[in-house]
């Protein structure tokens, strides 16, 4: 079978994928998959190439189509079906973050969805992805690795917070796609919000995952992107109530722990010299 897949986004999460998401469905030149995190390559594989390929438009093709799932950076799996499954020319996007802050920013997701309720420094104990996700230079390493160092293009976070507009055309230029002045780069997508019952979110959160599995991903999604919803379950961003608390040794301890893995990482994405 002929792939026309030929771009993902592969991660990391808590790094800007609902921007990239946002921006890319706005690109004359990028088709995107009906529903954000298909799951394909990790989690639903067994739905084969067809079920995967009827989730995308039917519609001419433009020069890059792909999806965004930021899960699949963290396996290997899905990383080596990836590299059999897709054509030679396809390109590969990933979002770095400082890893401290992202670190903080999937705790407080872990306790919007109801998967924890604990302090900072036991949550890390008791959900080691939280620490896991954020060292960037071994999964970097990974998929340049299995994919090809020429065909993953990193891109910084926080250059998307600082500069957006700078932030959409190295996406552009990364995909090989025409930059659009017009997008709409400073957006403010999906901000961090606590939920009013993180009980009743992880019940919903699992009937998701089942309605995933029966192969209607865009009802999940249009479930997660309703207004109604969002007002139901979360609090706005402005009357946030808990802050988080994280005890001075702990985070310096963070530090200390990702000092070699960016190091790494820093080494991984030096610009390749170019012969005089």
């Known amino acids: 079978m002929t792939f026309p897949v030929n771009f993902l986004y592969l991660g990391g999460d808590k790094c800007g994928s609902s921007w990239v998401y946002h921006v890319l469905s706005k690109h004359p030149d990028v088709t995107l998959a009906k529903a954000k995190e298909l799951f394909y390559f990790d989690r639903f594989y067994s739905m084969g190439a067809d079920w995967y390929l009827r989730q995308f438009p039917k519609e001419p093709l433009t020069i890059r189509m792909g999806e965004i799932c930021h899960d699949y950076l963290y396996s290997r799996e899905a990383l080596d079906r990836i590299a059999r499954d897709l054509p030679q020319d396809s390109r590969f996007l990933i979002t770095v973050r400082e890893p401290v802050a992202r670190t903080v920013s999937h705790y407080k997701y872990l306790r919007k969805i109801g998967r924890t309720n604990l302090p900072f420094d036991e949550a890390l104990k008791a959900h080691p992805q939280i620490v896991e996700h954020s060292m960037f230079g071994k999964y970097v390493r990974l998929a340049q690795d299995i994919l090809g160092k020429d065909r993953v293009h990193v891109l910084s976070f926080e250059a998307l917070q600082t500069d957006p507009v700078a932030f959409g055309q190295d996406l552009s230029e990364a995909l090989g796609v025409r930059y659009v002045a017009d997008l709409p780069y400073t957006d403010r ?88």
């Open 189 to 276: 997508v999906l901000e961090a919000q606590e939920s009013r019952n993180p009980s009743l979110v992880r019940l919903l959160r699992n009937a998701g995952w089942v309605l995933r599995s029966l192969g209607a991903p865009r009802l999940v999604n249009r479930v997660k992107n309703s207004p109604l919803v969002s007002r139901v379950l979360y609090v706005p961003p402005g009357e946030q109530r808990r802050a988080v608390e994280i005890p001075v040794e702990t985070r310096a301890e963070l530090v200390k722990r990702f000092a070699e893995d960016q190091a790494l990482l820093r080494v991984l994405t030096e610009p390749t010299p170019v012969d005089a």
